[in-house]
């Protein structure tokens, strides 16, 4: 008995370094399952030093709350980072993706979401207050216990890469992936994506996403950059790409695409397109911002000696998050 209880323990240990890492999607049923698991096995995590009550239950989101000494928001980020962040989740609602949260059943019946606090914001602005979140709950904890529930949920938590976030939006079906790897590949040559880019590998996974969620964009920016600089890894940089995208949101049936891999060329390589960039932009900022020197360059050079008629127009970025 010692022995499967130990071995019980170490599954149930990988499972939730897996869930806080977003590399599981549980449904309900198999949130029972991992609840019966972790009861089963008497697990109390590596970091609690001894043995909690702790079920599974589908509780309403207006009914967890946030305790201020344990408020991502609060430690980790700016006021501007978490209207973003929660913004960001509201956008991409999709019920089906919410993970269970972890919550700490107070002695006073107060449920305090130890791991969540966003995506149950998510929840109660798309779904309403009751709507039933899946909850992985701890009975009784000491503050102390709790506190190292929440480090471990927050400060070591591992950074998921983009492109294994792209390749389980394609498994799920995720018709902004599914459209961005059809474009990627339209191309030819055996380009694909990747997380090593290379010659046939393009890496700028987040770049390609943002481009994406306008038909055509992908192929039309690949397109246009293979034809001017050949298939080389510099051709698929992140700034690069996000440049002529911003340049063809805003020209799309204005911009000629033989004149504008003309202008590319002559420009020279894109490292020298990126330098120029870099060292143009005032500081700080995201992809966006520091590409957009790169845009006023391409459409400045673009504009020589046309009509007015002619000529492609310049639009300020987005603001966005860093």
Known sequence: MRTASAIGQALVILMAIEICEGLIFLTGSQCAEYGKLCHAADFAGPFLGGHVKKHYEAIKVGDLKVDRMMDTNRLYMQREEQEQWTKKIIENWDAEMLLPAIVSHRSNGEKIIIDGQHSNAGAVAKEGANFLRDCMVYENLTPQQEAKLFLAANKHRKAVRPFDNFRVSLTAGDPVAIRVDREVRAIGNGL????????????????????????????????????????????????????????????????????????????????????????????????????????????????????RDKMLILKAPRKTAK
């Open 192 to 307: 694909e994506i990747s997380g090593s880019p290379s010659t046939h590998r393009v890496g700028a996974v987040q770049a390609l996403l943002a481009l994406g969620q306008t038909e055509g964009m992908v192929q039309r920016v690949l397109a246009i950059a293979s034809k001017a600089w050949g298939f080389d890894q510099s051709t698929w940089d992140n700034l690069i790409l996000r440049a002529l995208g911003m340049l063809l949101d805003t020209n799309w049936d204005q911009a000629d695409d033989v004149r504008l891999i003309k202008v590319l060329k002559k420009g020279g390589t894109p490292a020298i397109w990126k330098q120029n960039s870099v060292r143009l932009t005032s500081g700080g900022g995201g992809s966006s911002s520091r590409s957009y020197p790169m845009v006023q360059q391409m459409v400045s050079d673009y504009n020589l000696g046309l009509d």
